[in-house]
């Protein structure tokens, strides 16, 4: 996909291009806000990456602007400031996702494809579909090759979110934050430990598995591979 | 100023007084000359005469003299007398000479001089020599007071301001001392409970809190050295140490990922500081909203629930139901976090402590006691021993025991804060073994501005 990124710092841009090149995305960059923002205008984007403080033209003010003449491209801020009330700040300001300096590459990797994959209309999907599992939406029921399987509230939208990213990197980080809604470090590795609960229920008793854990990133859920 | 109104209330006594004291003199010489007069008209000059002549014998202030029209004496006690008070009639102040031991004395007298129809003329008069003297006694007494009030108020004042100053000049010095980079200084107290005492008292209890922050600043850089330090260290050691044994791909594959895993420590731990100090500064809080507690509790303990399961661990709750209260739902939920899993960290790592076979629990309870809310965490583990009390409260501080485990130190610290930033505070008390955590949390919290100060 192709990805602007909009970062003022030479060796973090670099560094950016680079590792996105090698994840197979198309890569652009602009130095500053104003540069930035007419590369945003000018062209079709999947994704931007966007600094909260830029030179000319500040992080946030291009986002707005974006959004003022109607642009939707997906935005995920990144910032050293990481409390929450920054985040809501960049949120509000249109982003659609928030990254506090300093961060993992995989984190931000994950993060930015969710986000393309946002952009493309949801809700006309009532069911998820990987392989034999199936999730219906609307009923809430998940099967596997035919056979039900019951899962707790809590189970249930974490496959959901697994589900919706389907093929995608999904991180410990993306998944605290979108089905518990945390913004914070709960320590232990509590959300490991949700994830093989889940595993229990869907992999356990059949034979290819679904629900792959990725070394240094986080989880997907997919059909085949490693 | 003190000496102007002591002047003008010593004035007016005076002038009071002497007043008082002439309107006297002249009320008793017009009742003389009234009764003089009722004499002359009932017998004539002559009855006038014996009255005059009568009255002055008595041994008193009383001065009388009557003539006839030729001037020549013809009854009273004033005989040497200027011949120039003939010519005036009405009041006269005049001065006669009255014989006494050693001689004729001059007095000073005030009379009425009167013609009478067939030329005669009466002189009804008082000695007012002795009023004089008093009026110069009081005049005197009135100078000398003067004086001494305007003495008293120029050495007092001196005195004073003298003090004033210096006690001011104090203030100076101590903080002259403290700009020089010695907090311990301080202003001395007089004791005398003055405005001064007062403005000494505080600037001392300022100077206080200011140390009291400087040292704990000081903690915190001394610990950030060793706590910050000491893992970089071991990311260089790592660094070299696997540059310099080689060993191919695999290797420096592995001794990278166990990097990024000790940079990511780092960061946890920096992330960390870094709330605190907002937190302590008071510059976090913006995000307070009307959070149902116990539904943000019930779901941190659910999101811990499978970690208990997993580990043997009794996750026990007792949260009552629909507690609602001003808070920030993410600085709560991680606070609680924290306590949760310090307690699976600390509390049932250790299970010979425990002593039965029992499985290990950990309560989690919330309540609503009055205006406030209970909330507290609670494990059977070893406990925090006595003298060491709310010392794990602070940045950095692990207990020697509970080095193992890894861990920040900072996870009971940004409880406190958290707490101190809803206005409330944090119990530390046994549970017989093991230790539970209390945080006590004012329901109006946030509502009431800055709850940092």
Do not use: C
Not at chain 1, 26 to 46: I, K, P, R
Not at chain 1, 152 to 171: N, S
Not at chain 2, 44 to 68: F, H, P, W
């Amino acid at each position: 996909m192709r990805v602007l990124v909009i970062e003022d710092e030479a060796e973090t841009a670099a560094y950016l291009k680079k590792a996105l090149k090698e994840s197979g995305h198309l890569v652009e960059h602009a130095a500053d806000g104003e540069t930035g923002l007419a590369l945003a205008e000018g062209n079709a984007y999947d994704v931007m990456i966007v600094d909260r403080m830029l030179p000319k033209l500040d992080g946030l003010a291009v986002i707005e602007t974006l959004r003022e003449h109607d642009n939707r491209t997906p935005a995920l801020i990144l910032s050293a400031l990481g409390e929450v009330d920054d985040r809501v700040k960049g949120l509000r300001a249109g982003g659609d996702d928030y990254l506090s300096k300093p961060y993992a590459f995989s984190e931000l990797l994950a993060r930015i494809e969710a986000l393309a994959r946002r952009s493309v209309p949801e809700e006309a999907e009532t069911r998820y579909v990987v392989g034999d599992l199936v999730l219906d939406r609307l009923s809430h029921k998940v099967a596997r090759a035919g056979q039900s399987i019951p899962l707790q509230p809590r189970e249930y939208r974490l496959l959901e979110y697994l589900m919706k990213h389907a093929g995608q990197v999904v991180t410990r980080t993306m998944l605290l934050e979108s089905v518990w809604g945390y913004h914070f470090d709960p320590q232990t590795n509590v959300i490991d430990v949700h994830i093989s609960r889940l595993r229990a229920k869907i992999d356990k008793n059949f034979e290819k598995p679904l629900l792959h854990t990725i070394r240094g990133a986080g989880y997907t859920i997919r059909v085949g591979g490693s | 100023m003190f000496g102007t109104a002591a002047a003008l209330a010593i004035a007016y006594i005076y002038w009071n007084t002497s007043g008082l004291l002439e309107r006297q003199l002249e009320g008793a010489i017009q009742a003389e000359i009234t009764g003089l007069a009722e004499q002359y008209h009932a017998g004539g000059i002559s009855q006038l005469t014996r009255a005059v002549a009568g009255r002055s014998r008595r041994e008193s202030d009383e001065l009388y003299l009557l003539t006839d029209r030729n001037g020549r004496y013809v009854a009273g006690n004033l005989t040497s007398v200027s011949p120039n008070l003939w010519n005036t009639v009405g009041q006269i102040e005049f001065v006669y000479g009255r014989p006494g031991r050693g001689g004729p004395k001059q007095r000073l007298a005030l009379a009425n001089v009167f013609r009478l129809l067939n030329g005669y003329r009466l002189i009804v008069g008082r000695d007012i020599e002795d009023r004089r003297r008093f009026q110069t006694v009081i005049w005197r007494a009135f100078l000398i007071g003067l004086g001494v009030v305007a003495l008293f108020g120029i050495v007092g004042g001196i005195f004073v301001s003298r003090s004033l100053l210096a006690r001011i000049e104090e203030v100076t010095a101590t903080s002259r001392t403290i700009m020089s980079g010695d907090l311990t200084g301080r202003i001395p107290v007089s004791g005398a409970d003055d405005e001064i005492d007062r403005l000494a008292e505080n600037l001392n209890a300022m100077l206080d809190r200011i140390e009291q922050l400087m040292t704990g600043l000081q903690e915190v850089s001394d610990n950030i050295a060793h706590d910050l330090k000491t893992p970089l260290n071991r990311l260089r050691n790592r660094i070299e140490g696997s540059l310099r044994q080689g060993g191919g791909e695999a290797a420096y594959r592995d001794a990278l990922e166990q990097t990024i895993e000790e940079a990511d420590d780092l960061i946890k731990t920096f992330n960390a500081l870094l709330s605190i100090a907002r937190l302590e500064a008071g510059a976090v809080g913006k995000s307070m909203e009307d959070v149902e507690i116990s539904q943000l509790i019930q779901d941190v303990a659910e999101l811990y629930e499978p970690v208990a399961e997993e580990r043997g661990v009794e996750l026990k709750t007792r949260i009552a139901s629909g507690i609602t209260m001003r808070a920030d739902r993410q600085l709560i939920g991680q606070a609680l976090a924290n306590l949760i899993d310090n307690a699976f960290k600390y509390g049932v790592s250790n299970r010979s402590t425990g002593g039965s076979k029992k499985a290990p629990s950990i309560s989690i309870a919330a309540k609503k006691d009055a205006d406030r809310v209970e909330i507290s965490v609670a494990d059977h583990g070893p406990g925090i021993p006595k003298n060491e009390g709310e010392r794990v409260l602070e940045r950095f501080v692990r207990l020697e025991e509970s080095r193992t485990p890894p861990g920040s130190g900072l996870g009971l610290s940004l409880v406190a804060a958290v707490t101190r930033l809803h206005g409330g505070d944090v119990r530390l008390e046994g549970n017989k073994p093991g230790l539970r955590v209390v945080l006590s949390l004012p329901m109006n919290s946030g509502s009431g501005g800055n709850p940092a100060a």
